[in-house]
């Protein structure tokens, strides 16, 4: 390969909690005693262990080498790299740069465009098991969530569950609905008939939708992201939808998301009321860091990160589905997450979740706990690692975990 995936990097001391523990995830890991002679290998919060693409550094640099950090407006260059990197990754015609709008966070961009679409205590349809922050923003602002639960079909794909969406809509009066593409935790890539036939239940019930797209350019083996507002005319024009370079390039320390919306009425009162908290505002080495992230050598590195992320994906599934008798999972399409299920290895050992995340932490292992996620039984599992820290952590967890 052209770039680096290969290095380990010593995080220790850098800033990354991925490594150094944050002391408001006490109530996780309090009881951790890590035992001695085992490095920790960095597998729970979503951020990955590669050195970043060489142009975000040299973008930054380069505007940081002039000495002046005053007010400034976004560059063209900004919208024309955003606009040529989904006109090019994901096939969309038509954006142009008043469809284009800058967020802090992805989260902040939803809670943006719930402010629009429902009142404080409306209910918002989601999918389960449900992305954590989600679960966070909703229940902060005072929003219902109504979980409709994802089904293995019986070539163990996760698959929405069109009636129960419907019903669940109907019975609570439901007219906002999320919807992660891909989808964090299960690793899904819909496919686009799943999403004509989410739309058009949408459409049925007059429900507006707003699409997290964060993980959108991370698909693996041969899968392919279908941007939700590409689906219809309906999709286009009722759909928020929300992007960052910072799950794709690994920005996510610097800040700086975007949402893509067409319809003017939603995309005007979005972005006012993002801008309410007079905290919305780009910072000018993250938008550098785009800049440096969509060129030339960003498609390159993005198509490398996908290739390497896909080789740890088959690594880990064929090892789980070999050594690790109880444990279940579907095998991701997309994103850079595991999310297993230990429901049938802890009744058949008598053992609890919570000793089975322990026994990993204390063997360096740093899992993250998936009942926060509605996975009353599950562990999702970081991969975006070079192959040989995976390798170690799964040798660790067959020898003294399961």
Known sequence: MKYDFESILD??????????????????????????????IPM???????????????????RVNHPTYGYFEPREEYFDSIIQWHKTRNHVEGLEKKHIGYENGVLGGVISALNVLASKGDNVLLNSPTYIGFTHALENNGY???????????????????????????????????????????????EKEELEKAVALFEKHNVWIVSD???????LDGNKHIPTQSVN???RTHTAAMYAPSKTFNL??????????????????????????????????????LIGAYKKEGYEWADELCETI?????????????????????????????????????????????TILHKGWEYGVYWQDG??????YSIRINLALPLSRVKEAFDRLKTYVF
């Open 252 to 289: 996510a320390g610097l800040i700086g998301s975007y949402h893509i919306i067409y319809n003017d009425w939603l995309r005007e009162r979005v972005e006012k009321k993002s801008s309410l908290s007079h905290y919305n505002s780009m910072n000018v080495l993250s938008m550098y860091a």
């Open 144 to 190: 219902n969530m109504v979980l409709s639960p994802l089904k293995l079909d019986e070539n163990n794909v996760w698959r929405m569950d069109y009636e129960d969406m419907e019903k669940k809509i109907v019975e609570n009066h439901i007219h906002v609905a999320i919807i992660c593409s891909p989808y964090n935790p299960c690793g899904r890539v819909w």
């Open 213 to 219: 797209e964060i993980w959108s350019d991370i698909i």
């Open 11 to 40: 995080r220790a001391g850098k800033d990354a909690i991925a490594v150094d523990l944050p002391t408001n995830q006490a109530g996780a890991f309090k009881d951790v005693k890590r035992k001695e002679g085992f490095d920790v």
């Open 44 to 62: 729970w919060v979503a951020d990955m262990n590669f050195p970043a693409c060489p142009t975000i550094a040299e973008s930054i640099i380069e």
């Open 371 to 376: 009942r926060p996620f509605h996975g009353p």
């Open 233 to 235: 005319a309906y999709a």
């Open 310 to 354: 896909t080789g740890n994906v088959n690594y880990a599934y064929d090892f789980i589905k070999e050594n690790f008798k109880g444990v279940s999972l579907a095998k991701p399409q997309g994103t850079y997450m595991l999310f297993i299920d230990c429901e049938k290895y802890c009744k058949e050992n008598n053992v609890d979740i919570e």
